[in-house]
């Protein structure tokens, strides 16, 4: 591994994975979860779930990284054996499906930034404004914008592209969640919000979907199988930590989403204290999908505040970094698997620029196109998860834990509640995960929830997957002979 591919030091990575997870999830929907599942009752099972599925496949995939020094397709090929490495072009691909959308995401981001720093039109009429703008062909010019920076940051390499912009990126994000949540806690009745959220109803600890949503927000939060810590482990020295750098990413993640549910929740309490307030108003705002919470009530509630203006394009610059922030390390991803196939990194990242932005101009000039992908991959990522697990019981969880995450000189070892977790408890997570969505389909349109072109249908997940996961078996050979030979791997 050439020197100048490596990342600096160990703050370097903590900010490069905490850049990979801290993304809009954190921002736009934690609030939004949190508010709907009862405050602070979603708290434990959330916390819970950070141990139980977040940091131990974090754990897991950082030390298949740091130990195969291969991008995700080549690390399922060198762990699982060459006919298994379709498995890691499943993962790759559905990460990649992803960035196709999120990277309009992060043009919407931008967009918003630019107009609420400049234009100050968003908060006269925010819902006018956000349909003019998603059914015109600016929100393409925006995608294009946010690969074109994304791939500059690619372009430039791990120390002088992805390290020096999350060295910027990750610190300026905190500061502008405390700033912001500096504000909303000096609003009228700011701190009935803060109650509400940290104020656990026990008795919602009875409801299994509060659970499930706990489960469902710590998998997408955190980025854990989505094979992007995978990746920047790569970069990682030697004597690098898998186990401590998971905890300190899983813990950093999880403090990010407090802070921007810290920065939200008061201030929808604080706009309804000055109508006929209830809890009521408040939960039907949060009920709004991520976009109608984040791009059409997010503008009307800074525009009941002293100096809204100025703490929305705060917001909406905190947004925008950290949408970059994730979309530089799925950009990474596929950069990395080019270059394990022979590819230079201005090369593959140039390839990658041209795909993604074609790829995903569907998504940025239709709203159906994207909420079906929006529907159909992130539910994809339960499966990724689930494919990381087999990998290490394919392995062996015990031979996994003393082969492969074990670090020299390292005093932070693992115990056997890590086999068990991976042998029974990673599994039942991912079945609970997929049958409760693919239920939530079924029961939201019991008619239709097996039409191929509707949607949020179980058919068109299904069908979706099945052509992807058959394209990548059939084509596993020509695909893994070709990286793995590069790699000087029989």
Request: proline share 3%.
């Amino acid at each position: 591994m050439n020197r100048n591919e490596l990342f600096s030091s160990r703050w370097a990575i903590i900010f490069a994975g905490l850049g990979m997870a801290v993304g809009t999830g954190n921002i736009w929907r934690f609030p939004r979860i949190v508010s709907q599942q009862g405050g602070g009752s979603f708290l434990i099972p959330w916390l819970l779930f950070l141990f139980l599925w977040s940091i131990p496949l974090l754990i897991i995939e950082i030390s298949i990284g740091k130990k195969t020094r291969l991008g995700v397709i080549g690390s399922f090929g060198k762990m699982m054996g060459k006919n298994f490495a379709w498995m890691g072009t499943f993962v790759a691909f559905v990460t990649t499906a992803i960035m196709f959308y999120y990277s309009v995401v992060t043009g919407w981001c931008l967009k918003y930034f630019l107009a609420t720093s400049f234009q100050g039109l968003i908060k006269k009429d925010s819902q006018g404004f956000w349909l003019s703008f998603t059914s015109s062909w600016e929100p393409a010019f925006f995608h294009l914008a946010a690969i074109g920076i994304g791939a500059f940051i690619i372009y430039s390499g791990v120390v002088k592209g992805i390290e020096r912009a999350n060295k910027i990126l990750i610190p300026s994000l905190f500061f502008l969640l405390i700033v912001a949540c500096v504000r909303s806690l000096t609003l009228p009745s700011a701190f009935e919000g803060l109650n509400f959220l940290f104020s656990p109803n026990l008795a919602r600890l009875k409801d299994y979907e509060v659970w499930l949503n706990a489960l469902t927000q710590s998998a997408w939060s955190t980025g854990a199988g989505w094979g992007l810590i995978l990746t920047y482990a790569v970069y990682t020295h030697k004597k690098e930590s898998p186990v401590l750098t998971s905890t300190t990413l899983g813990f950093g993640n999880n403090l990010a989403s407090l802070l921007a549910a810290v920065a939200v929740i008061p201030t929808v309490f604080s706009f309804f204290s000055t109508q006929e307030f209830s809890l009521q108003k408040v939960q039907e705002v949060m009920k709004a999908d991520n976009q109608g919470l984040t791009f059409i009530w997010i503008p009307k509630l800074f525009s009941g505040i002293p100096a809204g203006s100025f703490f929305l394009a705060l917001f909406f610059l905190a947004l925008s970094f950290a949408a970059f922030s994730s979309l530089i390390s799925m950009i990474e991803l596929d950069t990395r698997i080019l270059m394990d196939a022979g590819f230079s990194r201005k090369k593959a990242v140039m390839l990658i620029a041209v795909c993604a932005f074609l790829l995903g101009l569907p998504s940025a000039i239709s709203m159906g196109v994207f909420n079906n992908q929006d529907w159909v991959w992130s539910v994809g990522l339960i499966v990724s998860g689930f494919f990381f697990t087999v990998a290490v019981l394919k392995f062996g969880p015990k031979n996994f834990r003393k082969e492969i995450i074990s670090t020299p000189g390292s005093k932070i070892k693992l115990g056997k509640w890590f086999d068990v977790i991976v042998t029974i408890l990673l599994p039942l997570q991912f079945l609970a995960m997929l049958g409760w969505w693919l239920w939530k389909c079924y029961d939201n349109d019991p008619q239709n929830w097996l039409r191929v072109f509707s949607p949020y249908s179980v058919g068109t997940v299904l069908i979706q997957w099945a052509v992807a996961i058959c394209l990548f078996i059939f084509l596993n050979k020509i695909i893994t002979k070709k990286i793995l030979t590069n790699n000087n791997d029989s």
